[in-house]
């Protein structure tokens, strides 16, 4: 399945939103337009246009978060989607690695009933993996177990992968 690769404008406002991301934006050194994403869950893929990507903590304004990728596209019911992959140090220390990553990718329009709900599964009792990360100038790719949200009884571990070309 696959959705609309056009990035809507996400109208700013809200300092846990990204920037607007548009498409072509340049790219340079402008953490906050162009790059491209494509992420993979099962048999299921997405494709961004306008990636923001931080690579340190100064990028994403918070201390305690080093890297970040985020994007939006839309779902296949039309409803806006947001793509967050973030690693979260609280130590402080900026480390940047997989034990401290979580990949998410939602429906930002409906909280209570949303069109698509995946987030990382890296609890190894119920079949998940801690995701890996690997980072090559601005190439990402990441790799993790996923848990569709939207059956909320089951927790899966679906294989998926996120690779980004930053820009």
């Keep these: ?15 846990t939103d990204a920037p607007d991301v548009g ?16 992420l993979t869950i099962g048999d299921q893929t997405w494709e961004f ?12 304004q918070n201390e305690n978060v080093p890297f970040s990728i985020t994007s939006f596209t839309t779902s296949d019911t039309g409803a806006r989607a947001q793509l967050d992959a973030s690693v979260v140090d609280l130590s402080g220390a900026g480390e940047v690695s ?18 698509i709900s995946w987030n990382t599964n890296s609890f190894e009792a119920l079949g998940g993996q801690t995701p ?10 990441i790799e ?11 927790i899966e571990a679906i ?6 070309n930053c820009p």
Excluded: Y
């Design 23 to 38: 498409g072509n934006g340049g790219g340079g050194n402008n953490p906050f337009s162009g790059g491209s994403a494509v």
């Design 49 to 60: 246009d306008g990636v923001f990507c931080a690579f340190s903590a100064e990028v994403t």
């Design 98 to 115: 997989g034990e401290n990553l979580s990949v998410t990718f939602n429906d930002v329009e409906d909280f209570e009933n949303p069109s």
């Design 144 to 154: 993790a177990t996923f848990d569709d949200g939207l059956t909320e009884l089951d």
């Design 132 to 141: 890996t990360l690997n980072i090559d100038g601005k190439n990402v790719r």
């Design 159 to 164: 294989p998926g992968s996120l690779e980004a």
């Design 1 to 15: 399945d696959s959705v609309p690769t056009d990035a809507p404008d996400n109208g700013g406002g809200d300092p």
